[in-house]
């Protein structure tokens, strides 16, 4: 008798747990939209509109809700172990974990006519727009991918200088380890801690940007100090120092640039508009451009762990290397909805994240 009460009050303390955690076709895994994924141990974390927040013990299995303390749109997310990671998003909000992603608290924020205030602001700007307002137009317009307006850029191509980076979005993160992560975003930001968020330093003199381009994505070579930040205009830096100190490097392409993957320490593709994606083989002294077969942005980019190569792209597409980014083969989601960020399944496949919500894809051909 009393073992059966014993099991009917586990049961009934662990139901409402259980309840939590929700299939990955539930809508808030489908039907909102996420820009980001991140491995934190084996789990895997997701950020996107509104500030939500996923996590997954299965690997996109199941999810369960995260506690976030911010509604703006988070852009990126990394982790320095299984443990301590970092979101960052619009108004330069950048929130911090120690829990391996289950709650959050915020760190910094830099709100339109703030001054780096510690709470985000109430009043509206073009950055706290949804993921939805910023697709209200037809994502495949050929007038959208242009270089001079673009829906993949909200944020167009009209930044002069830094004058005031209040309201910017930060549009990348990279963990290098739990003291230290840096992110770059909007009209050139460049955000940095050394003491593990306890305080965060803008330093728009770090790279030499005075134009104020935006930056959009930050890439570390696996196994050298060799750092990458790439942006608007085709600027490309590099660090050889685990990004204390930056160089320019003569840029391919002039149109905007929103990310790197490093595939070794001297084997680099970048990616961006019109379906630009550039290889080299020497740490950026020189550029080959390897055809996509698009005319879209491609947007994030992966490496399996057999060497192939991924890349997701803004109406969809999903292009394959299996010769380090030599080359390339394209298919198409049935529904042609944007894919922001890609991530490696440890079981194999990958996992997806944009407007059709988090999904997996296990065959990856």
Known sequence: MKRTLLMAATAMLSAPLQAEFIHNEAPLVTANSYLDLASAGSRVVAVGDRGKILYSDD???HWKAAVAPSEVLLTAVCFADARHGWAVGHDAVVLGTDDGGETWELQYSDPLGGEGEEEVGEEESLDDLSMDDLYAQ????DDLYSDDLYSDDPYGDTAAAPVDTSGAPLLDVHCEGRERAVAVGGYG????T???????????????????WHLYGYAAAKDSADRYVVGEKGVIFRSSDKGKTWESLDSPYAGTLFGATAVSDYQVLTYGLQGNVWLTANRGSSWVKVPSK????????????????VLVTNAGGILTSHDGGQS???????????????????QGGILIAGQGGVRVIEDVK
């Open 189 to 192: 930001y460049f955000l940095e």
């Open 194 to 212: 050394t003491d593990g968020g306890s305080t965060w330093q803008k330093d728009l003199e770090r790279l030499n940007n005075r134009d104020g």
């Open 294 to 309: 698009l005319s879209r942005g491609v947007n994030d980019g992966a490496v399996l762990e057999d060497g192939t190569v």
């Open 328 to 346: 390339f083969s394209l298919r198409f989601l049935p529904d042609r909805e944007s894919i922001s960020a890609v991530l490696p399944r440890e």
């Open 59 to 61: 690997q996109g299995g």
């Open 138 to 141: 037809d994502p495949y317009s």
